[in-house]
C-alpha cells in the first residue's frame, strides 16, 4: 500500500502549457515536501508546507496544501523544457517520524 | 566538496557477491539518511542515522542488508550475497535536522546484479 500516491505518473506537454499534478493520501503529515529529480542526480528540494491551506509560490510554481493537511498539488505556469524531470512529494507524520516518499511523476516538456 | 558524495557512481556485480556503497554527508550535517530507488517505485527507506542515537534500521529489506556510520560522518551500506532484485539506485542524503528537514542528496550509487 502505498501511502503518498501521485498522479498522473506520466505527464508530456508542449512547451508553454500550464499543469497541475497531485499528491494524495488518507493521512495526515505535519509537513509536505516537493523534489525534482533529473536524470543521473539526487532529488532537490522545491518546496516545505507545513500548514493546512498553505500556498508557496516559486517563480512559475504554485504548491498547495489541503486544508487536512493530507494532499498537494503543483501548478506550474508556462512549462518550460527545464522543467522536465521527476517531481516527488514527501510527508512526514510528526516531528520525529520518518518521510515518505511517493513514487513520483516523470515530467516531460517539449520544446 | 560542498556536497553530499557517493561513491562508487556505478556498480556492477555478480549474483553472490557482497558489496560496500559509501556516502559522505555534508559537514555538520548529524542526519544520514539511505533511500534506494528502484525504476517506477520511488524512493524506498533503508536506514536512518542521527548523531549518537541507535540507527533506525527499519527499512533494511533483509539481513544482508547492513550500514555504519564512523565518527559521525561517513557511512557505508553493505549488501551481503546481492540477489538481482538488489539491482538499484542507492541514494544518501544527509540533514541539519532530524526528520522533516531539508534533505540533501547524493548523486547516487547505481547498482547492476548480473
Known amino acids: 500500500t502505498q501511502l503518498l500516491e501521485q498522479s498522473p505518473q506520466f505527464l508530456s506537454i508542449q512547451e508553454g502549457e500550464n499543469l497541475t499534478v497531485y499528491c494524495n493520501s488518507s493521512?495526515?503529515?505535519?509537513?509536505l515536501q516537493w523534489y525534482r529529480q533529473e536524470p543521473g542526480e539526487g532529488p532537490v528540494l522545491l518546496v516545505t508546507?507545513?500548514?493546512?491551506?498553505e500556498v508557496k509560490k516559486l517563480k512559475r510554481l504554485t504548491f498547495q496544501f489541503g486544508d487536512a493537511r493530507k494532499d498537494s498539488s503543483l501548478h506550474i505556469t508556462a512549462a518550460q523544457p527545464g522543467d522536465t524531470g521527476l517531481y516527488l512529494c514527501?510527508?512526514?507524520?510528526?516531528?520525529?517520524?520518518?518521510?515518505?516518499f511517493g513514487k513520483g511523476i516523470t515530467l516531460s516538456v517539449r520544446p | 566538496g560542498a556536497g553530499v558524495s557517493q561513491s562508487p557512481s556505478n556498480k556492477v556485480t555478480e549474483k553472490g557477491k557482497d558489496v560496500e556503497l559509501r556516502c559522505d554527508p555534508i559537514?555538520?550535517?548529524?542526519?544520514l539518511y539511505w533511500y534506494r530507488q528502484s525504476l517506477g517505485q520511488g524512493l524506498e527507506f533503508l536506514i536512518y542515522?542521527?548523531?549518537?542515537?541507535?540507527?533506525?534500521k527499519s527499512g533494511l529489506p533483509s539481513d544482508r542488508f547492513s550500514a555504519e556510520r564512523t565518527g559521525g560522518s561517513v557511512s557505508t551500506l553493505t549488501i551481503q550475497r546481492t540477489q538481482q532484485e538488489d539491482s538499484a539506485v542507492y541514494l544518501c542524503?544527509?540533514?541539519?535536522?532530524?526528520?522533516?528537514?531539508?534533505?540533501?542528496f547524493g548523486e547516487g550509487s547505481r547498482l547492476t546484479v548480473l
Open positions: 542515522f542521527q548523531g549518537n542515537s541507535a540507527p533506525d
Open positions: 508546507v507545513v500548514t493546512g491551506g
Open positions: 542524503a544527509s540533514s541539519l535536522v532530524a526528520w522533516g528537514g531539508e534533505l540533501f
Open positions: 493521512s495526515v503529515f505535519s509537513s
Open positions: 514527501a510527508g512526514a507524520k510528526g516531528a520525529n517520524s520518518k518521510l515518505t
Open positions: 559537514s555538520g550535517h548529524t542526519a
